[in-house]
């Protein structure tokens, strides 16, 4: 991962060309090669980027200069307000949107589900991705005796049905660099229920536009999400928290002002 930066790097040293350098994982993806390479970076003619808070600190810690944070645009022209008040008699209605691989620790959204039934509320659950764990995560769901409250969609190219679906989007992963899924469910109406992982720090604050606990608990996860099952105002305003965050942090023409500053600034330290 990463050796089109350092190919992009020659090119531009070729070329005698600025150089915008994007890092959208922390320090740890990338091949130790590219990592020692990208030390080489030419400091005047290169502007460093990162999508995340946590990705720009692991990279200036190790490049030892400046890294701007820049994250990834969503697109919120059809995300309207409207969306975010779920008036249903239904179940709860949970959402994974993921690569369904061990990284992604699907399997703790089965057992959320799990939970909640068991408590007394029904619930189902969708599942959009797929992976090499999908066998395993449908062998599971029979375990647990909730197959007919799982649905597995596989890939889908548009998740935005899924989303204005849901109530709750579950990100269980072990690691994300940004996490475009949970932006779009913010955006979406799904409050996002999930732990505390860097990535997802810049957006998701517990209790104001997300529920964030320390770790993965199936047990505090199942007991936040029925308290706010019975509190639907808190619940409202929650999604309201997050839809409006996402249309002030990640519009399009937002992070387009960031870059153009970011090539502004390269361009003048050229001359």
Not at 49 to 56: E, I, L, M
Not at 110 to 116: E, I, S, V
Not at 260 to 268: F, H, N, T
């Amino acid at each position: 991962m990463g050796w089109a930066l350092v190919v992009g790097r020659i090119a531009a040293l070729l070329l005698r060309l600025p150089l915008v350098v994007t890092f959208h994982n922390e320090l740890g993806r990338y091949n130790p090669g590219v990592r020692w390479a990208l030390k080489l970076l030419p400091q005047k003619r290169c502007v460093l980027t990162g999508v995340s808070s946590a990705v720009c600190q692991q990279w200036e810690s190790w490049l030892r200069r400046p890294v701007e944070l820049i994250p990834n645009p969503l697109k919120i022209d059809s995300c309207t307000k409207s969306n975010l008040k779920r008036e249903h008699n239904g179940p709860v209605r949970l959402v994974v949107v993921s690569r369904l691989t061990a990284i992604k620790r699907v399997d703790f959204s089965l057992r959320l589900l799990k939970a909640l039934i068991d408590a007394g509320t029904a619930a189902e659950l969708v599942i959009v991705g797929d992976g090499p764990e999908g066998s395993a995560l449908q062998n599971l769901t029979e375990d647990l005796g909730i197959s007919k409250h799982v649905s597995f969609l596989g890939f889908q190219s548009d998740v935005s049905g899924c989303l204005d679906w849901s109530d709750y989007f579950v990100l269980s992963s072990l690691y994300e660099g940004f996490c475009m899924a949970a932006i779009e469910a913010m955006a979406r109406g799904s409050l996002l229920v999930a732990h505390r992982l860097p990535a997802i720090s810049d957006y998701a604050q517990d209790g104001v536009n997300a529920v964030v606990t320390e770790e993965c608990s199936v047990s505090e996860w199942c007991s936040r999400i029925k308290s706010l099952e019975q509190d639907r105002s808190q619940l409202f305003g929650m999604k309201y928290a997050a839809w409006r965050l996402v249309r002030e942090k990640f519009a399009p023409d937002l992070v387009a002002q960031h870059y153009a500053r970011a090539y502004d600034g390269l361009l003048a330290a050229c001359k």
